[in-house]
Every structure is written in C-alpha cells, then in structure tokens.
C-alpha cells in the first residue's frame, strides 16, 4: 500500500530513497517516491499505511481522507529482478490512500525506524509528481496525480 501524505497547504510529501544512485548527495539527485509499504499478516490495508507512515517519516499525525479505487501494480524491470524487494518478487501490487498531516514538518523524522529509507524529504505540488525522478512508478503517480487532485487545495 501507499500513501499520498497532503499538508495544509495541499502538497504532497516525497522523500528520497537511500538505497538508490544520488542518495547522500545534492538535493536535486536521487530517487523520489510517497512512503509506501507492504500488509503485515492480518493486517488491513488502512492500518497498515497508517502504521508504514510511523515507520517510514515517524509521525502517526494524519488521517485518512481518501483511496484509490483499485489496486495498482507496477513491474520492475529485468536488471532489478532479483535485486530489489529483497530479491524475492518481481513486482508489487499496491493500495493507494489519500491522507491529511495534521501536524508540523518538525513531527516528520526520518530516522526512527533503521536502517532509514529516506534521506531527505520535502513538500512539492500534486501536479509535479510524475514529473520527479520517481523511477518505474512514474503511471502510477501519474494516475494518482489525477485521481487525487481534489486533495491539493488547503485545508
């Protein structure tokens, strides 16, 4: 599952992977992609983005405001399979949600969970998205972008 996290002003939180080219480096390089995560046995899929949210950025301040119709599945390309997602899958299926942060950028802490998955975050328009380096999810965002846009207006 995934989470398109909005602030007040009706942007949208990426953060920058650290297990990818440009991480450590400028902030212009590397990466981009909204926390994500996968569903613990038993596990559904609203309390496990809220809890990946905790995990990945280390803040339980959001609610819930919408999701994506249906799942989406992306396929990684040859040269990744059997390197990323531990090796063991060739691609994933996700649900995606809409959620509202309701506390401060200072609640935002990438390093309560280690190894960290992100070294940087930041706030960007909706719209510009798809348009960061965010690897093979570039349909997905696309199509969230989209479905989501009624969310990035303030609140």
């Given at each position: 599952?995934?989470?398109?996290?909005?602030?007040?002003?009706g942007?949208?939180?990426?953060?920058?992977?650290?297990?990818?080219?440009?991480?450590?480096g400028?902030?212009?390089q590397?990466?981009?992609q909204?926390?994500?995560?996968?569903?613990?046995?038993?596990?559904?899929p609203?309390?496990?983005?809220?809890?990946?949210l905790h995990?990945?950025i280390?803040t339980n301040?959001a609610?819930?405001?919408?999701a994506?119709?249906?799942?989406l599945?992306y396929?990684?390309?040859?040269?990744?399979i059997?390197k990323?997602?531990?090796?063991r899958?060739?691609?994933?299926?996700q649900?995606?949600?809409?959620?509202?942060?309701?506390?401060q950028d200072?609640?935002?802490r990438?390093?309560?969970?280690?190894?960290?998955?992100?070294?940087?975050?930041?706030?960007?328009?909706?719209e510009?998205?798809?348009?960061?380096?965010?690897g093979?999810k570039?349909?997905?965002y696309?199509r969230?972008?989209a479905?989501f846009?009624?969310?990035a207006v303030?609140?």
């Open positions: 599952m995934g989470a398109l996290l909005f602030n007040r002003q942007m949208v939180l990426v953060a920058r992977r650290t297990d990818m080219e440009g991480a450590g400028p902030p212009d590397g990466v981009w909204c926390p994500q995560g996968g569903i613990d046995a038993g596990e559904d609203q309390t496990a983005v809220l809890r990946e995990e990945e280390g301040a609610e819930i405001i919408g994506y119709p249906e799942w599945s396929d990684l390309p040859a040269h990744l059997g990323a997602l531990g090796g899958y060739r691609g994933q299926t649900q995606w949600f809409a959620l509202r942060f309701m506390g200072s609640d935002i990438l390093d309560t969970h280690l190894p960290a998955e992100f070294d940087l975050w930041k706030w960007v328009r909706l510009q998205l798809p348009h960061l380096n965010v093979i570039k349909d997905i696309t969230l972008a479905y846009a009624r969310y303030a609140a």
